[in-house]
């Protein structure tokens, strides 16, 4: 039988908007409709941040979030609903005596608000505290502790980001304190500037320090996107693509959309003789409820 993967579609992110950003989607109608588009083109799940539909920065808002889960759930497409956490966790300190901190860190139980009310089957939990670009993400093991035990208390499988070594060591002590749910499920961030790299040697190693036989993902962040879904399907991973790490398809040719980066993942899935899970095998796979939470249903 051939091995199935489970394929995540990563459909906006929280960067910055750019010249080349085309293609990303903005509004709840844009992002729901994006993450549908993934998940007929075989994505297994779909990662959703929310953009201020006016300027397109990253938004917290509660109601942006609910326009998007209620429009997927509502759809006839099956996928598994995956929100983030990661957006509140920015800070850039002053750099002169009187200058003044530009932070976001704002309380773990604001992180979570969204996941808690909408029950999504899966949320990321970013442990890491790194610099990224020209700030930093701050998240404190108290925070992460606090973040955990709300994201689990709602039903919710949080999926571990790990972007640097320490922060598997870091997910490793959580969860032998009992503070992470098991079994994990890691999903291992390459070539954030930072971070490891996304490579052959940065990926192996990363893989080398997770606990036995966990389930674990990658994904590298611009043209590292495919050459890390082939690493990790051969090291026995699963992938994660979209407009959020990476904007084209291939060299100067922008991906009009999230479904043309999923269609080329799974060509290269099935070239390296595995096959993509459906949601429902991948609900088996990461040991989520056979039924979504809340679905449409």
Known sequence: MKRKIVLTCAVTGSGALGPNSTHVPVTPQQIADEAISAASAGA????????????????MDLELYRAVVDRIRASPVDMILNLTTGVGASHEPAVEENGVAVTSVVPPGRRTRHVVELKPEVCTLDVATMNFANHAIVNTPTQLRLMSEMIQSAGVKPELEVFDLGHV??????????????????????????????????????????PPDTLWSAFGIGRFQMPMVA???ILGGHCRVGLEDNLYLEYGVLAKGNAPLVERAVTIIEALGCSVATPSEARELLTLPATPICSAA
């Open 44 to 59: 297994s799940a779909v990662h959703i941040h929310v953009r201020n539909p006016e300027t397109g920065a990253p938004s």
């Open 169 to 210: 060591d870091l997910a490793k002590r959580l969860l032998a304190a009992g503070h992470l749910p098991a079994p994990p499920f890691f999903q291992l961030c390459l070539g954030v500037a930072g971070g490891a790299p996304a490579t052959p040697e940065g990926m192996l190693m990363m893989k080398s320090l997770l």
């Open 231 to 233: 690493q990790s399907v």
